[in-house]
């Protein structure tokens, strides 16, 4: 990716005492496109991550095809917190996204209220894995496609939505995940996204 700077708070910010409502959200995809960036680019508080140099281990192992230049790689899980309002904050948690690695996916689920799916359309086969999982145990989410440079004409969300055989009603965004007025824009478009389920179950007999 380019050299395009996320908008970094210079210190950390306390939470307000108004605030009430947390929030769990877990930040899931494939190896490489861009989940530590998005929560290292919105958060608040300087961000828990656990990325470790990629050895010669995980040759053979890791599909790198499309991301070669990428020498880090997450082997936990990455940590941040964003307040969207006097109210209401949310937790952050960005899952690995090697194969290695998916059996963490379920702890991290746990507890989730709802999850972005981040997909980048060079490897778009590498998100099928995430959406199969968030199904599996009915947590909403949507989907945030990070337009890598010179990727803004590549595919219409219209055409992502087809080739991963998204239902009408999961949401889909562009964004770049180095920005982070455009990476809260996903945040608070998943954040609407459940408040319209609560109130459509509200009113379910």
């Known amino acids: 990716m380019g050299s395009a ?11 307000a005492d108004a605030v009430d409502t947390g929030l769990k959200i877990v930040v899931v995809g494939g190896f490489g496109v861009g989940k530590t960036t998005l929560v290292r680019s919105v958060s608040e ?15 053979g192992v890791d599909v790198t095809a499309g991301v070669e230049r ?16 006097e109210r ?17 996916w ?9 999850a972005v799916v981040l997909v980048d359309t060079r490897r778009m086969e590498e998100s099928w894995y995430a959406i199969d999982r968030l199904e599996h145990h009915n947590t909403p989410f949507v989907v945030a496609v990070n337009r890598f440079d010179g ?30 007025s455009s990476g809260k824009e996903v945040l608070i478009t998943l ?7 609560a109130l459509s179950q509200e009113r379910t007999p």
């Open 45 to 59: 508080i300087r961000p828990l991550n656990t990325e470790e140099l990629m050895t010669q281990a995980g040759q």
């Open 191 to 197: 954040v609407d996204h459940l408040y319209a389920l």
């Open 151 to 180: 990727d803004e004409n590549r595919f219409s969300l219209e055409e992502i939505r087809q080739a991963l055989a998204l239902n009408r009603d999961v949401p889909m965004v562009d964004c770049d995940a180095r920005v982070r």
């Open 88 to 104: 209401m904050v949310l937790y952050l948690f960005g899952a690995p996204g090697q194969e290695r690695f998916w059996f963490l």
């Open 70 to 85: 990428k020498n880090t790689t997450t082997v936990a899980f990455d940590f941040g917190r964003i307040t969207l309002n």
């Open 5 to 15: 700077t996320s908008e970094l708070p210079s210190q950390r910010p306390p939470l």
């Open 106 to 114: 379920e702890r991290l689920f746990s507890g989730t209220l709802g």
